[in-house]
């Protein structure tokens, strides 16, 4: 089965600093990979999605992913934190059906 | 554009009483699917329903049952609530079951005591 794993449960940055949120999937096929946001008493929210196309994907907000089948990994990234980007995070893979990792909570210090 | 809609958004049990969450969606998706939330575990698949008339098990079926009413409604049964049923639970729905993102409802918080 199809899973992934993200690396931290929690990462804090400073406003402007570098985001980076790990993710590593365990696939025995061309994974369909995905980021989801989550907000405090939201559902999830489609941040972007990696479907073969490109190994570099762009998704909304200004994060972006890259695929990078040697290391099964697909870390999320954003060259400069704002504030409103404080939320949880989860990187899922979709081999049938939609598999979530435990999610990565991200704070913003001002 | 309504989305997908989830009621209701916050539900009480006592052990051993029975409750439906309903799940509608507008967008003419054919998969809907049902997740629990619970901290440090991420979403964990309840059960889906690939098209209008299917339904299969997910990862924690046990303790559920599910409907597909028709091609907008999925609705999750609880026949006899446990505390381990305590749980945020999301409705989603995608075009297709694997190349598809998911689309989330708000989520139910239920407290099950």
């Known amino acids: 089965a199809q899973s992934v794993t993200q690396l931290g449960s929690h990462v804090s940055v400073s406003e402007g600093a570098l985001v980076l949120l790990r993710c590593n999937y365990s696939s025995s096929v061309p994974p369909y990979l995905f980021w989801y946001v989550q907000y405090p008493n939201q559902g999830l929210q489609l941040l972007l999605k990696y479907t073969s196309a490109a190994t570099l994907v762009k998704g909304i907000n200004g994060f972006e992913a890259e695929f990078k089948k040697s290391e099964t990994s697909f870390h999320l990234t954003k060259p400069s934190a704002h504030m409103s980007d404080a939320a949880e995070y989860f990187c899922a893979v979709n081999g049938g059906d939609m598999r979530f990792g435990a999610g990565t909570r991200l704070t913003v210090k001002p | 554009n309504a989305g997908v809609t989830q009621t209701p958004k916050f539900q009480v049990l006592k052990t051993g009483q029975s409750m439906t969450l309903q799940c509608a969606q507008d967008?003419?998706?054919?998969?809907m699917y049902w997740y629990r939330q619970d901290p440090g575990m991420g979403l964990r698949l309840i059960y889906y329903?690939?098209?209008?008339?299917?339904?299969d098990k997910g990862e924690v079926p046990n303790g559920y049952n599910v409907s597909r009413l028709n091609k907008r409604e999925f609705s999750l049964r609880l026949e006899s609530a446990a505390p381990s049923q305590t749980s945020v639970y999301f409705c989603?729905?995608?075009?297709?079951?694997?190349?598809?993102?998911?689309?989330f409802g708000n989520g139910t918080r239920l407290t099950v005591t």
């Open positions: 329903s690939a098209s209008e008339g299917t339904t």
């Open positions: 989603a729905s995608s075009e297709s079951r694997v190349q598809s993102p998911l689309h």
């Open positions: 967008m003419n998706h054919n998969s």
